[in-house]
Antibody, heavy 121, light 110 residues
Framework: QVHLQESGPGLVKPSQTLSLTCTVSGDSITSGTYYWSWIRQPAGKGLEWIGRFYASGSTTYNPSLKSRVSISVDTSKNQFSLKLTSVTAADTALYYC?????????????WGQGTLVTVSS | QSVLTQPPSLSAAPGQRVTISCSGSSSDVGNNFVFWYQQLPGRAPRLLIY???KRPSGIPDRFSGSKSGRSATLGITGLQTGDEADYYCGTWDDRLNAVVFGGGTRLTVL
């Protein structure tokens, strides 16, 4: 059974960089079968797709965040990471990682439990 | 403001049937598969419907999906109190080259 777990600081200061890691068990992120995505949800609001990573090294980002976001992978630990630069209060959200079928689909299964990141001084 | 439009809230009685709409444009819903997610209170979203109308294993057949043109619909029959949740539609947007979601519909089972 595939399991994803997010981890990282719960508090980030404005203008700094948000860094989160997703640890995957039960599947290899480099197998090339799936993509791997980050999705966020501000409190009381809807879902926003941040971007996805594929085993080939290719990445696709939401245009609204593209200038500030990067997704990378640590194959030795079967982890993929999110970096979001120059954060503001608007980046405060619950951040989820999810397995993604990629292509032109919005198929995410399963999801991690999510990790709350607050941007505040 | 979400790319896809959903009613913010709906309510229905146990045992009844409810439908949740998701409308978009020719560059998203009109040209790509639609997916539905259920988010129970305090939980991560769960894939409910994929490719417009298919159910992953473990999802009861009380849940159904359909799509026509630029709109999609999630149907739930035999409502149970455990169905109280937020429901989101999602799809690919060819213009944005990104995944987009609806704003979500909060379903209350009275």
């Amino acid at each position: 059974q595939v399991h994803l777990q997010e981890s990282g600081p719960g508090l980030v200061k404005p203008s700094q960089t948000l860094s989160l890691t997703c640890t995957v068990s039960g599947d290899s992120i480099t197998s090339g079968t799936y993509y791997w995505s980050w999705i966020r949800q501000p409190a009381g609001k809807g879902l926003e797709w941040i971007g996805r990573f594929y085993a080939s090294g290719s990445t696709t980002y939401n245009p609204s965040l593209k200038s500030r976001v990067s997704i990378s992978v640590d194959t030795s630990k079967n982890q993929f990471s999110l970096k979001l630069t120059s954060v503001t209060a608007a980046d405060t959200a619950l951040y989820y990682c999810a397995r993604d079928i990629g292509t032109k689909r919005a198929w995410f299964d399963p999801w991690g439990q999510g990790t709350l990141v607050t941007v505040s001084s | 403001q979400s790319v896809l439009t959903q009613p913010p809230s709906l309510s229905a009685a146990p045992g009844q049937r409810v439908t949740i709409s998701c409308s978009g444009s020719s560059s998203d819903v009109g040209n790509n598969f639609v997916f539905w997610y259920q988010q129970l209170p305090g939980r991560a979203p769960r894939l409910l419907i994929y490719d417009n109308s298919k159910r992953p294993s473990g999802i009861p057949d009380r849940f159904s999906g359909s799509k026509s043109g630029r709109s999609a619909t999630l149907g739930i029959t035999g409502l149970q109190t455990g169905d109280e949740a937020d429901y989101y539609c999602g799809t690919w947007d060819d213009r944005l080259n990104a995944v987009v979601f609806g704003g979500g519909t909060r379903l209350t089972v009275l």
